[in-house]
């Protein structure tokens, strides 16, 4: 195993994931370049929780809430779902198909896709939302992107940050709330806001 | 030979570890020198357990690690290898304007001599990215710790004052016009480097939160936090790692400064990574 062949490895993935970007789009007009601040540089492998593999960018084209968690956590997590579903049904009715939830697990060990599933059930969260596994290695990378901290206890729990971020269409932060169990009044503005853009 | 070299009281397990590993280093071309490191129990001025005031010894898997911080010119065999971690083509989202800033361009360093100096204004992306290319990682921060506990002769100094005022001395000094090359004195594990040149990057960073104060444990604030709530020092005497982690904490993986490097660490071969 040399640096050589790692090295190679790495540039062919590169590439293989640039020329991925534009076949997606190749029937319709060719989408704008992603913009470099754009979260959805990182190429995550995602699996949601019907097992399907998906793309990060994927969600490209409307505004996204995303947040981490892992499904064992009682205090906190359920209170991120919550906060979402309120701030979803204070938009105008027609608006709430507009906007896609992501909320991915930074406890891919117990998260299966079968775990996810009934996490999504229990929350009762609909096809706007998708719940999310990935790597190790791949969740601590989003959650540097995203500002998501957490860590590992011995006990198998976790510390972790809690924060809900909106992704404008182009997947850049615009907004980030650490407020929970209520709508945050300036995140709501920008999601209202970033809706009215589009039309 | 790598096992006559190793220090006599490493288990066994170690000992075969570390001749697996010197087998891989052969393979791995210059400029990834790493030393294979024991582990074991470890203390942490982080608290490692449930309750956050109590401090619980962790184990710390046997590990390899980089003798000395990536240096500028083995970083520029990287970026001409790999283009797209060249300044003018990484997305912002992976590193900052700063990003090797004080190179002369995206392909050059800033002077010749600067091979053999520490790399910095490099975000945690770019080193993650440049340790894959060594089939390696970041260490973590426990492995960090662990590792730059030890001086010159003792794999655990951090209880000798005259010890932690000499790391103490460096962080008063002016910052150098310029970074002294890699090579310092090696560790009580063959490391060198640690402490005294660049701060260094660390895989969890994102995952070393500290509560500024303890009288926050209880109150609201820790509905931020899931589990056992925000971390409190153990060690409160341990300023330098504590400089450290306020550091590590303070920043965002697409920053980059004068004075953060990195290292890079890979599990030893026969053991789960």
């Given at each position: 195993?040399?640096?050589?062949?790692?090295?190679?490895?790495?540039?062919?993935?590169?590439?293989?994931?640039?020329?991925?970007?534009?076949?997606?789009?190749?029937?319709?007009?060719?989408?704008?370049?992603?913009?470099?601040?754009?979260?959805?540089?990182?190429?995550?492998?995602?699996?949601?929780?019907?097992?399907?593999?998906?793309?990060?960018?994927?969600?490209?084209?409307?505004?996204?809430?995303?947040?981490?968690?892992?499904?064992?956590?009682?205090?906190?997590?359920?209170?991120?779902?919550?906060?979402i579903?309120q701030?979803?049904?204070?938009?105008?009715?027609?608006?709430?198909?507009?906007?896609?939830?992501?909320?991915?697990?930074?406890?891919?060990?117990?998260?299966?896709?079968?775990?996810?599933?009934?996490?999504?059930?229990?929350?009762?969260c609909?096809?706007?939302?998708?719940?999310?596994?990935?790597?190790?290695?791949?969740?601590?990378?989003?959650?540097?992107?995203l500002?998501?901290?957490?860590?590992?206890?011995?006990?198998?729990?976790?510390?972790?940050?809690?924060?809900?971020?909106?992704?404008?269409?182009?997947?850049?932060?615009?907004?980030?709330?650490?407020?929970?169990?209520?709508?945050?009044?300036?995140?709501?503005?920008?999601?209202?806001?970033?809706?009215?853009?589009?039309? | 030979?790598?096992?006559?070299?190793?220090?006599?009281?490493?288990?066994?397990?170690?000992?075969?570890?570390?001749?697996?590993?010197?087998?891989?280093?052969?393979?791995?071309?210059?400029?990834a020198?790493?030393?294979?490191l024991?582990?074991?129990?470890?203390?942490?001025?982080?608290p490692?357990?449930?309750?956050?005031?109590?401090t619980?010894?962790?184990?710390?898997?046997?590990?390899?690690?980089?003798?000395?911080?990536?240096t500028?010119?083995?970083?520029?065999?990287?970026?001409?290898?790999?283009?797209?971690?060249?300044?003018?083509?990484?997305?912002?989202?992976?590193?900052?304007?700063?990003?090797?800033?004080?190179?002369?361009?995206?392909?050059?360093?800033?002077?010749?001599?600067?091979?053999?100096?520490?790399?910095?204004?490099?975000?945690?992306?770019?080193?993650?990215?440049?340790c894959?290319?060594?089939?390696?990682r970041?260490?973590t921060?426990?492995?960090?710790?662990?590792?730059?506990?030890?001086?010159?002769?003792?794999?655990?100094?951090?209880?000798?004052?005259?010890?932690?005022?000499?790391?103490?001395?460096?962080?008063?000094?002016?910052?150098?016009?310029?970074?002294?090359?890699?090579?310092?004195?090696?560790?009580?594990?063959?490391?060198?480097?640690?402490?005294?040149?660049?701060?260094?990057?660390?895989?969890?960073?994102?995952?070393?939160?500290?509560?500024?104060?303890?009288r926050?444990?209880?109150?609201?604030?820790?509905?931020?936090?899931?589990?056992?709530?925000?971390?409190?020092?153990?060690?409160?005497?341990?300023?330098?790692?504590?400089?450290?982690i306020?550091?590590?904490?303070?920043?965002?993986?697409?920053?980059?400064?004068?004075?953060?490097?990195f290292?890079?660490a890979?599990?030893?071969?026969?053991?789960?990574?």
């Amino acid at each position: 195993m040399t640096t050589s062949t790692l090295s190679r490895r790495a540039a062919l993935g590169w590439l293989a994931a640039l020329a991925g970007t534009p076949i997606a789009a190749a029937a319709a007009t060719p989408p704008a370049e992603l913009p470099g601040n754009s979260i959805y540089q990182l190429r995550p492998p995602l699996t949601d929780q019907d097992g399907r593999p998906f793309e990060l960018g994927s969600l490209r084209g409307q505004p996204v809430l995303v947040s981490m968690f892992y499904s064992s956590c009682e205090m906190v997590c359920p209170m991120i779902f919550e906060t979402i579903h309120q701030t979803v049904q204070a938009l105008p009715a027609p608006d709430r198909d507009r906007v896609r939830v992501l909320m991915v697990s930074f406890d891919p060990a117990r998260d299966s896709v079968a775990v996810l599933k009934q996490t999504a059930q229990a929350h009762r969260c609909d096809s706007r939302w998708t719940l999310a596994r990935t790597d190790e290695a791949s969740a601590r990378k989003l959650a540097a992107l995203l500002g998501v901290q957490y860590r590992r206890l011995a006990s198998g729990e976790f510390n972790h940050s809690s924060t809900i971020e909106l992704l404008d269409a182009d997947g850049r932060i615009a907004a980030r709330t650490g407020t929970l169990a209520a709508v945050d009044p300036a995140l709501l503005k920008t999601l209202r806001q970033s809706l009215a853009a589009r039309g | 030979m790598p096992a006559r070299n190793a220090p006599m009281t490493w288990p066994r397990r170690a000992l075969g570890v570390a001749a697996l590993l010197a087998c891989g280093l052969a393979a791995a071309g210059p400029g990834a020198d790493y030393v294979a490191l024991p582990g074991g129990r470890f203390e942490s001025v982080l608290p490692q357990g449930n309750v956050p005031s109590a401090t619980v010894p962790v184990d710390i898997a046997p590990f390899a690690l980089r003798k000395t911080p990536v240096t500028a010119g083995e970083f520029l065999a990287f970026v001409q290898a790999n283009p797209q971690w060249q300044r003018e083509r990484v997305p912002a989202v992976f590193a900052d304007k700063r990003y090797l800033i004080d190179w002369r361009s995206g392909t050059q360093l800033a002077d010749p001599g600067a091979s053999s100096r520490p790399v910095t204004n490099v975000s945690w992306f770019a080193a993650k990215a440049y340790c894959d290319s060594e089939g390696a990682r970041l260490p973590t921060w426990l492995e960090w710790e662990y590792a730059a506990a030890a001086d010159e002769a003792r794999r655990d100094a951090r209880a000798d004052p005259q010890w932690r005022r000499r790391i103490l001395s460096w962080y008063e000094r002016p910052n150098a016009a310029l970074l002294p090359d890699v090579g310092g004195a090696p560790n009580a594990y063959g490391v060198r480097d640690l402490h005294g040149t660049v701060w260094e990057w660390v895989d969890d960073f994102n995952a070393l939160f500290i509560a500024g104060d303890s009288r926050t444990q209880g109150d609201p604030d820790t509905l931020k936090f899931c589990g056992a709530g925000a971390i409190n020092i153990v060690d409160r005497d341990s300023y330098a790692v504590l400089m450290r982690i306020a550091l590590l904490s303070s920043l965002g993986a697409a920053d980059t400064t004068s004075n953060l490097g990195f290292r890079c660490a890979r599990p030893l071969e026969g053991t789960p990574p």
